[in-house]
């Protein structure tokens, strides 16, 4: 497989490499890659040299810290049920910077109350940076915390979208059985 380039924020290269390079280390022993990177420009290659899915999965790992991700819950992504995805808030406030803001808000909540409990009912890690609202999880739990993520965005309250989830979870469990 080709090398591949990552560009992730700059304020975010420290959290790749970690004190002393361990996560950077880390991450490159259990994927078999190795990881090169541009501190000035946030550039990251990633160079195969194991087998292609563990490439992809240091693909993931680099754009979860890239996108806030602490690399714990970024490693996650090792685990094959788990998955990471991206949601871009602009697609819902446009370009102004104020609905930018209000939304992320919302979306954080006090101390963080809102994306611990969207967290906690879905059963996924949100991270809220920059632009971008990005979860980690299992397929079903992503596309629960997405739908929930794209209510508050819209400008549900939070109870209805807390209320929402819970009748889903309680939908979800009574099909098991």
Known sequence: MEPTLIKIPKDRIGALIGKNGKTKNKIEKL????????SRTGDVEIIAKGDDLMHLKAINIVKAIGRGFSPENAMLL???ENYLEIINI???TGKSK???????GRLIGRKGLARKKLEELTNTV?????KTISIIGKPEDISLAREAIEMLLEGAKHSTVYDFLKRKILARSTEVF
């Open 31 to 38: 994927t078999q890659t190795e990881i090169k990177i541009d």
């Open 78 to 80: 090792l685990e094959d």
């Open 90 to 92: 602009q697609e819902f």
């Open 98 to 104: 104020k609905a930018l803001i209000q939304k992320r």
């Open 126 to 130: 949100i991270s809220v940076y920059g």
